[in-house]
């Protein structure tokens, strides 16, 4: 299906004028027509042409699922070692482990560049559109033009969508190839427009910075941004180690040789030995993981500025490397469950006769209508929450 295709009722926004000439202000901002008439000035004051302009908002109205989707909450929140667990699950890392083989001349030149391991790009990729395979549906003029008309944070959807325009002046790329999130996330590895701007690099040399269609340009990008926001070539993100009794404190750092006289010992293969500093870090208090972290994790925080967010990236990256998972199991979540827990529960469900898919460990709509109808025949409360007492019934058979 074509963007074209898939783009909604036309508006002619084409042929708007600037604001002021047919139309009053205020009539501009209450019709999604006047809004794009609105943007012009400051569009054209960042170098777009006309042409660019109209050829970009031809055919478009406001798109009611982009709506739908910025006011979605999520109906499970998780724990960090459930959302840990599932970035780097076990069909992410084979998914990883082949990707990385597949390019693996593409991270090796990006290495060579930037100084970021090849791993850690690939674990980029994977937690962003799961190496390519989910980069969003969405026309990013459309979805971005809707939520700043609508006033979902208008100013920066604004500042982003002119960011765009500027994208399509440049010939990076076409309306027609300009898909990403229903956010306005682009591409591969889901830069924003200004992130493309600042950080987009043509790995190529073809004369473009193609990170819709180009692996190559889009890896390129993704390690020119952790470089750029201070990744420190030769330094782990951080690792695995024993540290009983000693506070983990984000704040306080010491060179891996002061952390290795305190006692501290890096769980597998491997020493402290090497230059730089860490911190201590028990996210999920003594009895979960015991890690060492790097400023090169705060870097990855720069992608997305939650702990979550950088912790799966590193421990998918090293997973991708042919590490295990941490020694140390999470404590359990929701229902007393763990991760390994949850996968039993999908596993002893398939082979009832549910067809849930992939064995991930997440318990959504599909796994949850299964628990549902076994709560039933269980003579339990049907109500879809698993928990020990249900997976103890479930090995009962």
């Given at each position: ?5 898939r783009?909604t009722?036309?508006v ?6 600037a604001?002021?000439l ?11 027509a006047?809004?794009?008439?609105t943007?012009?000035?400051a569009a054209s004051?960042?170098?777009v042409?006309?042409a660019?302009?109209d050829r970009?908002f031809?055919g478009i109205s406001?798109n009611?699922?982009v ?8 109906e499970?929140r998780?724990t960090?070692?459930?959302?840990v667990d ?15 083989a597949q390019?693996r001349?593409i991270?090796?030149?990006a290495?060579?560049?930037f100084g970021?391991?090849?791993?850690v790009?690939c674990?980029i990729?994977?937690n962003?559109?799961?190496y390519?395979?989910?980069?969003g549906?969405h026309?990013?003029?459309q ?5 700043a008309?609508?006033g ?6 604004r500042r982003?969508?002119i960011?765009?325009?500027r994208?399509l002046?440049s010939?990076d790329?076409t309306?027609?190839?300009?898909i990403g999130s229903?956010a306005?996330?682009m591409?591969?590895v889901q830069?924003?427009?200004t ?8 790995f190529?040399?073809?004369g ?5 269609t ?8 993704a390690a020119?941004y952790?470089?750029?926001?201070g990744?420190?070539?030769?330094l782990p993100?951080g690792?695995?180690?024993?540290a ?12 891996f ?8 010992r890096?769980i597998g293969a491997?020493?402290l ?7 201590l870090?028990?996210?999920?208090g003594e009895?979960?993981?015991h890690l060492l ?7 990855i925080?720069?992608?997305n500025?939650a702990?979550?967010?950088?912790l799966?990236?590193g421990h998918l990256s090293?997973?991708?490397a042919g590490?295990e ?10 229902g ?6 949850r996968?039993?529960?999908?596993r ?9 898919g ?7 709509e ?6 549902s109808t ?13 928990d020990q007492?249900f997976?103890a019934?479930?090995?009962?058979g």
């Amino acid at each position: 299906m074509t963007l074209l295709t898939r783009r909604t009722a036309l508006v002619g926004a084409a042929t708007l004028a600037a604001p002021g000439l047919l139309i009053g202000e205020a009539e501009a901002q209450s019709t999604f027509a006047g809004f794009v008439a609105t943007l012009w000035p400051a569009a054209s004051s960042a170098g777009v042409s006309r042409a660019v302009f109209d050829r970009a908002f031809a055919g478009i109205s406001p798109n009611p699922r982009v709506i739908e989707l910025s006011l979605r909450q999520p109906e499970f929140r998780r724990t960090l070692g459930d959302y840990v667990d599932v970035r780097a699950s076990n069909k992410r890392v084979t998914n990883g482990r082949a990707s990385f083989a597949q390019h693996r001349a593409i991270f090796a030149a990006a290495e060579r560049r930037f100084g970021v391991p090849g791993q850690v790009i690939c674990s980029i990729w994977g937690n962003e559109t799961s190496y390519g395979t989910s980069r969003g549906d969405h026309y990013v003029i459309q979805a971005m033009a809707t939520l700043a008309h609508a006033g979902r944070r208008a100013d920066f959807f604004r500042r982003e969508l002119i960011a765009a325009l500027r994208i399509l002046q440049s010939g990076d790329t076409t309306p027609q190839n300009m898909i990403g999130s229903w956010a306005g996330a682009m591409g591969h590895v889901q830069f924003m427009p200004t992130s493309f701007h600042a950080f987009a690099v043509d790995f190529t040399g073809d004369g473009k910075r193609d990170i819709w269609t180009s692996i190559p340009d889009a890896m390129g990008s993704a390690a020119n941004y952790l470089r750029r926001n201070g990744w420190g070539p030769g330094l782990p993100w951080g690792f695995e180690v024993h540290a009983p009794r000693l506070p983990g404190n984000r704040a306080q750092r010491r060179s891996f040789d002061a952390w290795s006289a305190a006692g501290v010992r890096r769980i597998g293969a491997g020493s402290l030995a090497g230059t730089g500093q860490a911190s201590l870090w028990k996210p999920a208090g003594e009895t979960g993981p015991h890690l060492l972290v790097t400023n090169n994790f705060n870097v990855i925080k720069r992608y997305n500025n939650a702990d979550s967010y950088a912790l799966a990236v590193g421990h998918l990256s090293d997973r991708i490397a042919g590490a295990e998972r941490f020694s140390k199991p999470w404590p359990p979540g929701e229902g007393g469950l763990t991760h390994a827990d949850r996968e039993e529960i999908q596993r002893r469900l398939n082979a009832l006769g549910f067809d849930l898919g992939d064995v991930d460990g997440i318990l959504g709509e599909k796994s949850r209508a299964a628990i549902s109808t076994m709560q039933g025949r269980f003579g339990m409360p049907a109500n879809g929450n698993a928990d020990q007492a249900f997976l103890a019934r479930l090995r009962r058979g």
